[in-house]
């Protein structure tokens, strides 16, 4: 008879948020994040102790799916931020270090957390009311009738991820590809509602990324030594049969295959134990076979494209697992600026831009955002510095080389300038482009550190994109994945601090 054991009491923590074990761990998370953002973020390697698997990267996808979070309130925030990021897959690490920032900024401000929750809630719905409204100055529409903006955007996906290290040219060929593929996926004729099509990723380690190429349809791989492999009797014969009678057979496609081959000819997936019906066959337009590096494949092609296969060169696993997650987000950004037209600009140019429209709002009209909350001015103005010290922060992230952030006084732009560069007075010589590429020091402007204090300012729109001279030096944001981030960040501070008592129960 096994020995019964008491029940242990649960344990019960009053206040997490003010226990230094998990300010101190909440600080080290923000860190591992903070250093990996932008394109000049540092890599991070994750790997078992024991051994096995090691991933190298950035992203912030693969980030939090590998590291191992143990405390309930950080917990909250990582599945936010991974359940964010599993529905737009960008602007990830956007979100928990603008969560992790907000966090920490109004902890110092000693602010109640209802007061602080209340606030928050106003501050987010005057930043989405006002990325969305067309009084805004760091969004730019989107013209699908031209190929160069969305090229833009996903150069800026790329560049964004260090890990997949890829040169300019690289970067360049990648761009062009991910685009063409998307094109793909529209159906020549539609009415009223889009149905996209589907690109598929075959990343093949090993090759140049040059080497990369997209073709209509998809690609079943086949190796030479398919048919001399030991096959069971009954198999074997069948195949042989049908081979007689000059039909390929393919075995083993998988399931992630079975929609696109569906789309592609036509056809319905047949039950184990169902009857063949005239509605099971398909067609296709023509057959053929590749070769990419050393792997053979069977290509079907397709009457009407609207699925394409991406066929992704690396050098080894690591950059190529990389740059398949990359792809994968550049496509699917794609995707939600057709539905939703707009980017931001990027570079920390929306985040600081954001943050002197927010300064400005409630140096100006601060009852606009009190109402009838029964909150004081005083109390307004200390979270809304902390929420707008939270945004100037996240563009200051950027910046991983001891150089000085700067912001202009004029747009409201993020600037940085070189480690050891001169005293104040000689900027216009020492800045070149602010962040996203869209405003020049050679105008008549003027620059404030941006961890210092300036007075509010109403942020102009800056000049139209098209003023300022190739589209490939621009950087952009998706306006959709970045504005679910912001609220997903605030939504999810708001509940962390609301957490009054964490209940473990130890049995």
């Not at 394109?39 to 693969?62: D, E, F, I, M, W």
């Not at 980030?63 to 950080?74: E, F």
């Not at 740059?323 to 539905?339: D, E, G, S």
């Not at 800045?431 to 404030?448: A, K, P, Y």
Request: net charge neutral; with cysteine; glycine share 6%.
């Amino acid at each position: 008879m096994s020995r019964l054991e008491a029940k242990k009491p649960s344990l019960c923590e009053s206040e997490p948020l003010t226990t230094e074990k998990v300010r101190a761990t909440l600080s080290v998370l923000k860190g591992i994040l903070k250093s990996c953002y932008g394109p000049s973020g540092r890599l991070k390697q994750l790997h078992n102790g024991l051994g096995g698997y090691v991933c190298t990267t950035s992203q912030a996808s693969a980030l939090l799916s590998h590291l191992s979070v143990t405390h309930p309130v950080l917990k909250i925030l990582t599945t936010s931020v991974q359940n964010h990021v599993s529905c737009f897959r960008d602007c990830g690490l956007f979100t928990a270090i603008f969560c992790c920032n907000l966090i920490e900024n109004i902890q110092k401000v000693g602010v109640t957390p209802t007061t602080a929750i209340k606030l928050n809630k106003h501050l987010l719905s005057l930043c989405t009311n006002y990325l969305k409204s067309d009084a805004c100055g760091c969004r730019i529409p989107v013209d699908f009738s031209s190929a160069q903006f969305l090229l833009c955007l996903v150069r800026s996906v790329l560049r964004s991820k260090p890990a997949c290290m890829l040169t300019r040219q690289e970067i360049d060929h990648i761009s062009t590809l991910i685009v063409k593929a998307f094109l793909l996926t529209i159906p020549e004729s539609s009415g009223d509602h889009i149905i996209l099509g589907k690109s598929i990723i075959v990343p093949l380690k090993g090759q140049r990324v040059t080497e990369s190429s997209v073709l209509p349809g998809v690609l079943l791989e086949m190796p030479e030594i398919e048919l001399r492999r030991i096959l069971p009797v009954q198999k074997s014969r069948a195949l042989k049969f049908l081979s007689m009678h000059h039909i390929i057979a393919i075995d083993r496609v998988g399931v992630a295959l079975m929609e696109p081959l569906s789309k592609v000819t036509g056809t319905q997936p047949i039950g184990s134990l169902s009857s063949v019906s005239p509605s099971s066959y398909g067609s296709v337009k023509d057959w053929c076979s590749a070769k990419v590096g050393f792997r053979h494949f069977f290509h079907v092609i397709p009457n009407e494209v609207t699925v394409c296969s991406l066929l992704l060169c690396n050098r080894n696993d690591t950059t190529c697992s990389e740059l398949k997650l990359t792809c994968q987000a550049a496509l699917h950004v794609l995707q939600l600026t057709m539905k939703e037209p707009w980017v931001l600009l990027g570079g920390g140019c929306t985040e600081t831009h954001l943050a002197a429209y927010i300064r400005h709002k409630i140096h100006e009209e601060p009852e606009s955002v009190l109402q009838d909350d029964g909150c004081t001015q005083a109390e307004l103005q200390l979270i809304a510095d902390a929420f707008c010290s939270a945004l100037e922060s996240l563009a200051a992230s950027l910046e991983h080389d001891g150089g000085e952030v700067l912001i202009d006084m004029k747009y409201g732009h993020c600037w940085s300038a070189r480690a050891g560069s001169p005293s104040v007075g000689n900027w216009p010589d020492l800045l070149l482009l602010c962040g996203c590429g869209v405003c020049h020091s050679q105008e008549e402007l003027s620059w404030s550190f941006l961890k210092s204090t300036y007075h509010p300012f109403a942020p102009q729109t800056s000049l139209p994109w098209e003023t300022t001279g190739s589209a490939s030096s621009l950087t952009v944001d998706c306006l959709t994945a970045k504005l679910a981030g912001l609220q997903v960040a605030v939504e999810t501070a708001n509940l962390i601090l609301d957490i009054s008592y964490v209940i473990e129960d130890k049995n």
